[in-house]
RNA sequence: GGGAGCGUAGCUCAGUUGGAUAGAGCAUCUGCCUUCUAAGCAGAGGGUCGCAGGUUCGAGUCCUGCCGCUCCUACCA
């Protein structure tokens, strides 16, 4: 509602001014003012048309409310302040809208994008970091999927990569393990082989430390995979599938799913990077050095590193190396093969197949040799925008994708990449210490410390949600001993899921989240459970009234229901600014905002609830309000939980 | 050295493309459960928005310079 009458209002204004004044201004401010009793919006614009005019702004706010009509929907236009030009809105008209839940019409059939989020390396399980970057991804991917985008969710798979060199040298040349014994151990493990893999992991890296030589393990292994063919490739494909399984039964707990499994050993064997190399060349992006450092490599020039003209000072020292000297290629490479298969330049496609199924039938797509591709199945790649979630320390390598992609003249297709970066999750180092780590006394200086899966240093997901899990039941417990185990289990399980997803996503991304339990496992003030229990609050007073809420939301609206009520009315204003906030979440790519809109309906809801006791209000005019304002709310808390993955509970 | 980001209440953080009196949560203190469930509500205290200049009708927000912290910058991935 609030969006589309602030888009009405801006035209409006914008054709007045054009007529007026012959002034085209094509942004045009409006703020919603500092309180309710001023208006629903606030325009400043005369202040910035007091320059060009050569008038005082309060002048010009008088002119332009004195001649300019109100649009639909709009009730009044009054100057305040020092030139301030507040517009009122018609709110039963408004009210009405809200409660007919009017579409955004720009949010009709928009495009097809690509999300790529989670990409986990698939050698050990999945920690709080990881954490984020799957609840920001798959909210990035509700965000756009709510205003009207096509989206295919991708997550990248490096199956051929050092960390899973290194794990596979653990099971081979540490554990001692044959393949057998592997596939046996990815059978038992009691389904946490993942946790089997971050303790071995974790070992690996030191038998590294304790003897630089061990090393040539990692090489040679790495060597063997990139390969194919042989027995150890064999042993780490097994172990990085089943580790991928794990990761997306983890992610599956809290609802979030993917549609496409890319692997980096199919972008090597279906030769994408030998594509892309010649098409590098072609455009001359890449160039061989002859000299410097980096002699006999392919290289690339940074972004905003252009070559001066005058100074011709030998070898660009800072460029990027994309090809070794010994011939092989960087991984910055493969993924600047895999953008251009993302956005369809590279004119190779991956075959196939099915992996993995959801509980609603939905499969999961992995990639593989197009001969052995199932038939009928979908196609991915090939989209005009794409987002890649991926934290804030890969930016420089993200910056040289995107300048590969530029540099070969897409410029469209540059414009369209989007790297959402954030910020990683750090412990505090009392969280460090409980978990039993040992913290140095410089480290307990800080004000937090890097997770680190090469070290083994971390929280793992699992355990964080069976955490929540468990200490969401121990409150539904005691207060719902009327529910069956498996009912309060559920119930607890939504809670845990609310207060994790809504945890991670309250925080901007560019800041650092200092985890800590206390703070994770706190069902109380800005959390998710708070908004689930305005949700449970509104719910317990249709069940009482036996009321359903839909129906409630048809009572008509009286002409005069909110003449003098402001508390009242704020609460729908709010409600109606649903489809603004997703814009704007989507526009500023930040999902924070989605947060503060939740907390804020919910807490103007908990002070209605107080203030008003509905079940026993004997104006039945007055209840049919008072119960269509608790359905408004509740309606659109849970749209909004909904684009967080938030669910909304029976009870609480 | 170069690049990116951060610095706002005791703590953790919001603060839209510059706008009306800088906001939340936690913690502390004071009240409120025979009521639609207190995972809640009401109230109190707590601020030189890192420092110094500048731009303008107006700066937490933009520009410049400092101070402090973090990350990135390897023929690792």
Avoid at 455 to 466: C, I, P, Q, S
Wanted: with cysteine; hydrophobic share 45%; aromatic share 10%.
């Amino acid at each position: 509602m609030y969006l589309s009458l602030q888009n009405r209002l801006v035209a409006h204004v914008r054709a007045f001014l054009k007529q007026k004044y012959e002034i085209d201004l094509t942004n045009i401010v409006v703020e919603q003012p500092p309180k309710i009793e001023f208006g629903e919006f606030a325009l400043p614009v005369s202040f910035e048309l007091a320059r060009t005019l050569r008038k005082a702004p309060r002048k010009i706010a008088d002119e332009i409310v004195a001649e300019m009509t109100l649009p639909e929907g709009f009730a009044k236009f009054e100057v305040a302040g020092a030139g301030y030009i507040n517009a009122r809105l018609d709110r039963t008209a408004a009210a009405a809208m809200v409660a007919g839940g009017v579409k955004n019409e720009a949010a009709e059939a928009r495009g097809k994008v690509l999300v790529e989020h989670t990409s986990i390396n698939p050698n050990k399980a999945a920690h709080i970091g990881h954490l984020r970057n799957s609840i920001l991804g798959d909210t990035l991917v509700r965000l756009l999927r709510a205003a009207g985008y096509k989206v295919d969710v991708q997550n990248y798979i490096d199956n051929t990569g050092v960390q899973v060199a290194d794990v596979v040298v653990g099971f081979e040349r540490m554990a001692k393990k044959s393949k057998e014994e592997i596939e046996a151990l990815i059978a038992g493990s009691e389904g946490r082989f993942d946790f089997y893999c971050w303790d071995l992991y974790a070992r690996v890296s030191q038998w590294y430390e304790a003897d630089k030589a061990n090393l040539q393990a990692r090489r040679d292994t790495l060597h063997l995979l990139e390969v194919g063919g042989n027995e150890t490739a064999e042993i780490a494909q097994k172990i990085s599938m089943a580790v991928l399984r794990r990761h997306l039964e983890t992610m599956q707990r809290l609802d979030i799913e993917y549609d496409f499994l890319p692997q980096e050993s199919d972008i090597l064997h279906l030769h994408f990077w030998a594509r892309a190399f010649e098409l590098l060349k072609e455009a001359g992006v890449l160039y061989f050095e002859e000299e410097g450092k980096n002699k006999g490599c392919w290289v690339m020039t940074r972004p905003g590193n252009v070559k001066d003209e005058g100074a011709e000072a030998g070898p660009d020292e800072d460029a990027k190396v994309i090809v070794r000297s010994n011939g092989t290629v960087g991984y910055v490479g493969k993924d600047i093969a895999y953008h251009m298969w993302k956005f369809g330049l590279l004119g190779l496609d991956f075959g196939y197949r099915k992996f993995y199924e959801y509980a609603d039938g939905r499969p999961v797509w992995i990639s593989c040799d197009p001969k052995d591709g199932e038939a009928g199945a979908p196609h991915f790649g090939g989209v005009g925008a794409i987002y890649n979630v991926i934290d804030a320390r890969q930016s420089d390598p993200q910056e040289t994708v995107k300048q590969a992609i530029l540099l070969m003249g897409h410029e469209a297709e540059a414009a369209r990449y989007t790297h959402f970066s954030y910020e990683m999750v750090a412990l505090t180092p009392r969280c460090a210490m409980e978990l039993g780590y040992a913290v140095s006394e410089e480290d307990q200086q800080r004000s937090y410390i890097e997770v680190s899966g090469r070290k083994g240093f971390g929280v793992k997901a699992d355990d964080l949600l069976d955490k929540l899990i468990e200490a969401a039941k121990s409150e539904v417990d005691a207060r719902h001993a009327e529910l069956s185990e498996e009912e309060r289990r559920e119930i607890a399980t939504q809670i845990a899921i609310g207060a994790l997803r809504y945890f991670m996503l309250k925080f901007t991304k560019q800041s650092v989240i200092a985890f800590d339990f206390r703070e994770a496992l706190s069902f109380e003030g800005e959390t998710g459970p708070y908004v689930q229990y305005a949700v449970v609050r509104a719910s317990n007073i249709f069940r009482k009234a036996g009321v359903d809420p839909e129906d409630a939301l048809k009572a008509a609206i009286a002409a005069d229901a909110f003449a003098g009520n402001d508390d009242l009315w704020s609460l729908w204003l709010a409600a109606g600014q649903t489809a603004k906030v997703i814009e704007q979440c989507i526009a500023s790519t930040e999902p924070a905002a989605l947060t503060k809109h939740a907390f804020q309906l919910a807490q103007q809801f908990n002070n209605f609830y107080h203030k008003h006791h509905i079940l026993t209000e004997e104006d039945a005019g007055r209840k049919a309000l008072l119960l269509a304002t608790a359905a408004v709310v509740r309606k659109e808390l849970i749209a909004t939980m909904a684009v967080m993955g938030i669910p909304a509970p029976a009870v609480m």
